[in-house]
């Protein structure tokens, strides 16, 4: 879908909103030079991260799902095993998406500083699951609680943010996210009357901008 034409009269100074759940990119990162009002993501606004293959039709697809819930399971018992570390793998189908969370013990380092230890492996994890399958795999991991919390993190600072945007007009950017907190962000958004939201910028500093609606 082509991106909509920007207006061409000047726009609208923004604000960037901040929460310790969002971490804005270390002062030495280079960031690209941003737009004053960002184009919609092609995907739909994150709505979908890594679309997977067509299955055919539902009862395939949640075999599919509990399939890949399996291998990732399997995976990630062997990688515990190899790094001696002590760890329970729950295992579960969310919406269109194989759930996967390890519990239990110290885990803090599978979760890293801002759970990018965390991004790294779901990303090894759904190549695994691939790999077996065939399928390109939208799995979730969650280690330790960290993406529920985060969620809720996220959850109040964009419907706080929401609120902001509605009553002053003026829209604010988000720090940088990845894929997973701008589509929480972008859900909580699309529920508020008033306002929307787009991403800009190229990962890893994408980040999202709420919106007066016009």
Same mark, same amino acid.
């Given at each position: 879908?082509?991106?909509?034409?920007?207006?061409?009269?000047?726009a609208?100074?923004?604000?960037?909103?901040?929460s310790?759940?969002?971490?804005?990119p270390?002062?030495?990162?280079?960031?690209?030079?941003?737009?004053d +009002?960002?184009?919609?993501?092609?995907?739909?606004?994150?709505?979908?991260?890594?679309?997977?293959?067509?299955?055919?039709?539902d009862?395939?697809?949640?075999?599919l799902?509990?399939?890949?819930?399996?291998?990732?399971?399997?995976?990630?018992?062997? +990688? +515990?095993?190899?790094?001696?570390?002590?760890?329970?793998?729950?295992?579960?189908?969310?919406?269109?998406?194989?759930?996967?969370?390890?519990?239990?013990?110290?885990?803090?380092d599978?979760?890293g500083?801002?759970?990018?230890?965390?991004?790294?492996?779901?990303?090894?994890?759904?190549?695994a699951?691939?790999?077996?399958?065939?399928?390109?795999?939208?799995?979730m991991?969650?280690?330790?609680?960290?993406?529920?919390?985060?969620?809720?993190?996220?959850?109040?600072?964009?419907?706080?943010?929401?609120?902001?945007?509605?009553?002053?007009?003026?829209?604010?950017?988000?720090?940088?996210m990845?894929p997973?907190?701008?589509k929480v962000?972008?859900?909580?958004i699309?529920g508020?009357?008033?306002?929307?939201?787009?991403?800009?910028?190229?990962?890893?500093?994408r980040?999202?901008?709420?919106?007066?609606d016009?």
């Amino acid at each position: 879908m082509s991106a909509p034409q920007h207006p061409t009269e000047p726009a609208a100074p923004t604000s960037e909103a901040t929460s310790g759940a969002v971490l804005s990119p270390p002062a030495d990162a280079a960031v690209p030079a941003q737009p004053d +009002l960002p184009d919609p993501d092609e995907d739909g606004a994150d709505a979908v991260v890594e679309p997977a293959d067509p299955v055919g039709d539902d009862e395939g697809t949640d075999d599919l799902l509990v399939r890949e819930g399996d291998v990732a399971g399997d995976y990630l018992e062997r +990688l +515990l095993d190899i790094l001696d570390v002590d760890g329970d793998i729950d295992l579960d189908v969310e919406g269109d998406r194989a759930s996967v969370a390890i519990v239990g013990g110290d885990l803090k380092d599978l979760v890293g500083p801002d759970g990018a230890v965390l991004e790294a492996l779901q990303e090894l994890t759904r190549l695994a699951v691939a790999q077996s399958t065939g399928v390109r795999s939208r799995l979730m991991l969650d280690i330790s609680g960290f993406r529920a919390r985060r969620r809720a993190d996220l959850t109040s600072l964009a419907a706080e943010t929401a609120r902001r945007v509605a009553s002053s007009g003026q829209p604010e950017r988000l720090s940088a996210m990845n894929p997973f907190e701008r589509k929480v962000v972008h859900d909580v958004i699309a529920g508020v009357a008033g306002v929307h939201s787009e991403s800009e910028g190229e990962e890893p500093n994408r980040r999202v901008v709420v919106l007066p609606d016009r």
